[in-house]
C-alpha cells in the first residue's frame, strides 16, 4: 500500500472513531458533544474522500493509454 493509500485508510478510521464516539455521547443525553463530534467525524470522512480522490487521480496518470 503506498503512502496516498495509507492516508486514505488512517483517515477513514479516523472518521468512524469519531462517528462511533459521537453516537455513544448521543446515546449517554449529551447532545451538544455528540453533536459537535459528528461535525468533526464529517470534517474526517470528507478529508478522506478528497485523499482518495486525489491518488485516484494521481495514479490514473500513471497508466499508460491505450
Same mark, same amino acid.
Given at each position: 500500500?503506498?503512502?496516498?493509500?495509507?492516508?486514505?485508510? !488512517?483517515?477513514?478510521? /479516523? +472518521?468512524?472513531?469519531?462517528?462511533?464516539? *459521537?453516537? =455513544?455521547?448521543?446515546?449517554?443525553?449529551?447532545?451538544? $458533544?455528540?453533536? !459537535?463530534?459528528?461535525? /468533526? +467525524?464529517?470534517?474526517?470522512?470528507?478529508? *478522506?474522500? =478528497?485523499?482518495?480522490?486525489?491518488?485516484?487521480?494521481? $495514479?490514473?496518470?500513471?497508466?499508460?493509454?491505450?
Amino acid at each position: 500500500m503506498n503512502d496516498s493509500n495509507q492516508k486514505v485508510v !488512517e483517515m477513514h478510521k /479516523i +472518521a468512524a472513531h469519531a462517528h462511533l464516539a *459521537a453516537a =455513544e455521547q448521543h446515546g449517554k443525553g449529551d447532545h451538544a $458533544s455528540g453533536h !459537535e463530534t459528528s461535525r /468533526i +467525524a464529517l470534517e474526517h470522512a470528507t478529508k *478522506a474522500f =478528497e485523499l482518495a480522490q486525489a491518488a485516484h487521480r494521481e $495514479s490514473e496518470r500513471h497508466v499508460p493509454r491505450v
